[in-house]
Structures are given as C-alpha cells and as structure tokens.
C-alpha cells in the first residue's frame, strides 16, 4: 500500500510594512517609470478688474519651491536633475501639464514650453537616463539627457540658473 502524501498548505501573507514617513497618503499615484516632480495645483486666476481686484499690485507666481533634499541655493543633486528632466520630458511629449513645472521655469521658458506644445512624440511615457553636468560658471548649471521613447531616443538639454536661492530653468532645447 503505497504512502498517504500530505498536501500542500495554504499559508497566510504577512502584513504589508507600513509605509515610510515620508509617503502620504492619498497622494495621486506616480506615473510609472517616472522620477517626475509632484504635480502642483494652478494657479488661480486673478481678476484685473472689477470688485476683487487687485490692479496696481503684482501678480504672484506660483510658490517657487527648491530642489527635495537639497539646501536652498546648494547646487542640485543628480537625482534632483534627474527628476526635473523627466518632468520637462513629459510636459514635451504631452503627458503631463506645463503648470505643474511652473514654479522651476523663468516666466520665458515657461512661455516658450507652452508656445511649442508636444515636442516629443512617443506611444509609451518617456524615461530619461541619467544627467550629463556641466557647469561653464558660478550659478550656471547646464545638462543633456537621452529621453527613451520607443524606438527613437531623443536628447533633452536644459540650462538652469542661480536667481537668489532658486535653480531655475532658463533654456531647454530638444533634438
């Protein structure tokens, strides 16, 4: 008589680690394959004139915010770098509004990235490889990046400059 074999067991998973300090959430879910910025809210409009008006006074731009991890004013990361190209990427290739780069932008790069639209035309999300950094003098950071976006890469070079504290997008150019 042959021998019983015993079947397999169904064992329970151990719970899920619980998420780190700096995960929130409710957070709207990442884009995959991205090292993108978070997305900011717009701005809200401002009317010139009638009751609530604010003619005379200055419009504000979006909060400037700086780099994650890096001190005010302190060149940025390679990976901070990493993250604003591939959210320069995507406001390119149309997969992710220029109002949620605005704050990195000077009021000119902004305008010139919404006057060019989708640059970058790509059936998957691009993914941009690692930042090439040059710096030609103090408070000038320029970069390239080879955007991957199916089966034609593209190069994506950006030029940042100090004004005070902020990193700010000055020039961007893709090929």
């Known amino acids: 008589m042959p021998k019983p074999i015993s079947l397999p067991r169904l064992v329970s998973a151990p719970p899920a680690d619980p998420p780190y300090d700096d995960e929130r959430a409710g957070r709207p879910p990442l884009t995959y394959g991205s090292l993108a910025l978070a997305p900011e809210p717009a701005p809200r409009a401002v009317p010139t004139t009638g009751a609530g008006s604010l003619r005379g006074l200055p419009v504000a731009r979006p909060p400037l915010r700086g780099f994650p991890g890096v001190r005010p004013g302190a060149v940025p990361d390679e990976r901070a770098l990493r993250g604003l190209g591939q959210a320069l990427a995507e406001v390119l290739a149309g997969r992710r509004p220029p109002e949620t780069v605005q704050g990195r932008l000077t009021e000119r790069a902004h305008r010139e990235m919404v006057r060019a639209g989708k640059m970058i035309d790509t059936a998957r999300p691009p993914l941009v490889g690692l ?17 991957h976006c199916g089966p034609r890469s593209r190069v994506l070079a950006v030029r940042l400059e100090r004004q005070g504290v902020q990193w700010l997008v000055t020039e961007f150019e893709t090929a």
């Open 131 to 147: 930042p090439h950094v040059q710096r030609p003098r103090e408070g000038v950071l320029e970069m390239c990046l080879l955007v």
